[in-house]
């Protein structure tokens, strides 16, 4: 969810709350490593939770699902040759609906 969705969300329960609040509260999930920030340039952040995976994106609709394809830390750390504390893995890709939608054309 982004910051905005979860205000949304939110203000149903919490009229009262403002979005700068959810920020501050995302920031501070953030760093203390209880929830993980996913950015994808061109579009509001997400937030998600900390088990290991990755993504698949939609480049057309935005669309962020999540994908399970195991932990490939070894795999890059031999192909690197360095040791890796993290990554964050995202699969571009054109979704299902977005295809209906392109008419044929290719995704530039």
């Known amino acids: 969810?982004?910051?905005?969705?979860?205000?949304?969300?939110?203000?149903?329960?919490?009229?009262q709350v403002a979005?700068?609040?959810i920020y501050n509260n995302l920031n501070k999930l953030c760093e203390d490593g209880a929830i993980r920030k996913i950015s994808v340039e061109g579009m509001c952040d997400r937030y998600?939770?900390?088990?290991?995976?990755?993504?698949?994106?939609?480049?057309?609709?935005?669309?962020?699902?999540?994908?399970?394809?195991?932990?490939?830390?070894?795999?890059?750390?031999?192909?690197?040759?360095?040791?890796i504390l993290s990554y964050d893995l995202k699969l571009i890709y054109v979704c299902e609906n977005c295809k209906k939608t392109m008419n044929g054309k290719e995704c530039e």
């Open 1 to 15: 969810m982004t910051a905005e969705q979860i205000f949304a969300e939110l203000q149903h329960s919490y009229p």
């Open 48 to 83: 998600d939770h900390i088990q290991r995976h990755d993504h698949l994106v939609c480049h057309q609709c935005g669309q962020l699902l999540d994908v399970d394809l195991g932990d490939l830390t070894q795999q890059l750390e031999a192909k690197a040759g360095i040791s």
């Open 19 to 21: 979005l700068a609040t």
